[in-house]
């Protein structure tokens, strides 16, 4: 599991200074920051201008083992500002890939693959992107035979439901337990709802002018089921946007989330719920 959460931390690429010319190398920390030289760096990174306009990242560790590659349509110091294009990846030590990810338009259009360090198929994870939308996980053993096949659907609610099948490594079907397990309220998400609304204030202005909308709002759920940030995801008005938030706080205040999980093992996740202003 770890070399699952290493390589999608590793593809981040935070705050690396650009290099304009061909084949400059810089050094990065542990947070993907620029440092000045090899002796605090994690990695050092190879910028190669490739054909097409492409930015190309190699990826390697101080002692010179490659560990991966980026690609960019479009490459600045600003994260939103970034657009991959192409072939990401994560290697293993023994050179195989761990994580392969392919975009066109910073749009992933191939399934994020991750393999055993034996090359075989381990994780495969498909999603559309929208907040509505929809996240498929098919889980191999390393004999190729699928051990589990999940689809999580984000409900018209805000709330995540998952179904799926499990099976042993012979093929029978076995309970379901889910790979991937979605942060939830430890009250329930529908009380968190109804919490969120008993407290949710529709600003007067909007109000007078008769006007509604939808505000979406993601909670940063640590490993210990801890709210921490908060921000909004889609609104359809500022105003509406800042008594959602007021609203969340106010709901998750001294509440324990159970944290999202990955093969039983928690880890750090976003919670996502909607509220809709309406007259």
Not at 28 to 49: E, G, I, M
Not at 179 to 190: H, S, V
Request: glycine share 6%; proline share 3%; with cysteine.
């Amino acid at each position: 599991m770890k070399h699952l959460v290493t390589a999608v931390m590793a593809l981040g690429i935070s705050s690396i200074a650009f290099a304009q010319n061909i084949q400059d190398t810089m050094y990065v920390d542990k947070d993907y920051n620029f440092v000045s030289n090899a002796t605090n760096a994690k990695h050092k990174v190879l910028f190669n201008k490739k054909d097409g306009g492409l930015t190309q990242l190699l990826i390697f560790s101080p002692e010179g083992r490659f560990q991966g590659e980026a690609n960019y349509k479009h490459f600045s110091y600003g994260k939103d500002s970034r657009i991959r294009e192409g072939r990401f990846s994560k290697t293993y030590v023994n050179g195989g890939d761990s994580l392969v990810v392919f975009y066109k338009d910073d749009e992933a259009v191939w399934p994020k693959v991750v393999n055993y360090p034996s090359g075989k198929k381990w994780f495969e994870y498909e999603s559309d992107r929208t907040v509505s939308s929809y996240t498929k996980i098919t889980v191999y053993y390393e004999n190729g035979a699928v051990k589990n096949s999940e689809q999580t659907v984000r409900n018209s609610a805000g709330i995540c439901e998952t179904t799926g099948h499990s099976y042993d490594e012979n093929g029978n079907e076995i309970a379901f337990t889910p790979f991937y397990a979605a942060p939830k309220f430890k009250k329930g998400d529908l009380e968190l709802l109804k919490n969120v609304y008993k407290v949710l204030r529709y600003p007067k202005a909007l109000r007078s002018k008769r006007l509604e909308g939808d505000v979406t709002v993601s909670i940063t759920i640590e490993k210990d089921g801890t709210p921490s940030a908060y921000r909004v995801v889609l609104s359809d008005n500022e105003k509406f946007s800042a008594e959602a938030l007021k609203a969340f706080k106010s709901a998750t205040e001294n509440e324990l989330f159970t944290p999202a999980s990955i093969d039983g093992k928690p880890i750090k996740a976003t919670y996502v719920g909607r509220v809709h202003f309406n007259l």
